[in-house]
């Protein structure tokens, strides 16, 4: 059940039933934007809805990509973009849910896991072996770049010309347990490596970017934003 609240008072605006409602929750502007993955051995349904800010109707509910899992929510000004576990990409349209385009990332060699940024209507992401940047308009592969497969990549985050990204790795249990982990920068246009930031034998993880640092672990390493060379790091508290 939605509830919205209002923030002085805390009295309860408005309220909403949607089953089977996934992790992720998008706000934009006056809609809230959701996926319901009802999964089970009768019937699959998956679908992308919108629910009025004001007084939390239902907007529409789009069926999509049944029977695979969603996840990935992503919403701009005139599109909602949702990513399907089979790798496909699908674009709503924000005001209707009307599906505009579906775009099969397999087909085109470079299978997306959920962790995608779109800006500029480019989806910036990992597939097993590689960082890539799909152009969601034309759905052309605009570059892709290796990565070590052993690598789970995180979202990446698009400032400016610049797409930073972190991924690790780990391996091993208990006392051979072994992790790792790099950051990378590459151009958003050409997919040109800046820089690289080797973790050692730790992970790189929790990416921020802010102030011209790149933040990791928990604010515990930050780097240069421009050339990736180690700014600070400090032990975290046991």
């Given at each position: 059940?939605?509830s919205r609240l209002d923030v002085k008072s805390?009295?309860?605006?408005?309220?909403?039933?949607?089953?089977?409602?996934?992790?992720?929750?998008?706000?934009?502007?006056?809609?809230?934007?959701?996926?319901?993955?009802?999964?089970?051995?009768?019937?699959?349904?998956?679908?992308?809805?919108?629910?009025?800010?004001?007084?939390?109707?239902?907007?529409?509910?789009?069926?999509?990509?049944?029977?695979?899992?969603?996840?990935?929510?992503?919403?701009?000004?005139?599109?909602?973009?949702?990513?399907?576990?089979?790798?496909?990409?699908?674009?709503?349209?924000?005001?209707?849910?009307?599906?505009?385009?579906?775009?099969?990332?397999?087909?085109?060699?470079?299978?997306?896991?959920?962790?995608?940024?779109?800006?500029?209507?480019?989806?910036?992401?990992?597939?097993?072996?590689?960082?890539?940047?799909?152009?969601?308009?034309?759905?052309?592969?605009?570059?892709?770049?290796?990565?070590?497969?052993?690598?789970?990549?995180?979202?990446?985050?698009?400032?400016?010309?610049?797409?930073?990204?972190?991924?690790?790795?780990?391996?091993?249990?208990?006392?051979?347990?072994?992790?790792?982990?790099?950051?990378?920068?590459?151009?958003?246009?050409?997919?040109?490596?800046?820089?690289?930031?080797?973790?050692?034998?730790?992970?790189?993880?929790?990416?921020?970017?802010?102030?011209?640092?790149?933040?990791?672990?928990?604010?515990?390493?930050?780097?240069?934003?421009?050339?990736?060379?180690?700014?600070?790091?400090?032990?975290?508290?046991?």
């Open positions: 059940t939605f805390h009295a309860l605006l408005w309220q909403q039933t949607v089953s089977n409602v996934g992790p992720t929750l998008v706000t934009s502007e006056d809609s809230v934007y959701g996926i319901r993955n009802d999964i089970n051995a009768v019937k699959d349904r998956t679908s992308v809805f919108a629910l009025n800010l004001n007084n939390g109707a239902m907007r529409w509910d789009t069926e999509v990509g049944s029977p695979s899992f969603l996840d990935g929510l992503m919403a701009t000004d005139k599109s909602v973009y949702v990513m399907s576990d089979m790798g496909n990409i699908y674009v709503l349209d924000r005001a209707t849910g009307k599906i505009r385009r579906v775009i099969d990332t397999k087909r085109l060699g470079a299978q997306l896991t959920p962790s995608v940024s779109i800006i500029g209507g480019v989806a910036y992401g990992s597939t097993k072996d590689a960082f890539v940047a799909i152009d969601t308009r034309t759905s052309v592969l605009l570059w892709s770049k290796p990565k070590d497969k052993a690598l789970q990549a995180d979202a990446p985050i698009v400032i400016g010309d610049t797409v930073y990204v972190s991924a690790s790795g780990e391996s091993g249990l208990g006392a051979d347990q072994k992790v790792w982990g790099f950051s990378y920068a590459f151009d958003a246009n050409s997919g040109e490596q800046k820089w690289i930031y080797s973790c050692n034998n730790t992970l790189c993880s929790d990416l921020a970017v802010a102030n011209g640092l790149v933040i990791l672990n928990g604010g515990t390493l930050a780097l240069n934003a421009k050339d990736g060379k180690k700014v600070w790091h400090v032990e975290p508290y046991n």
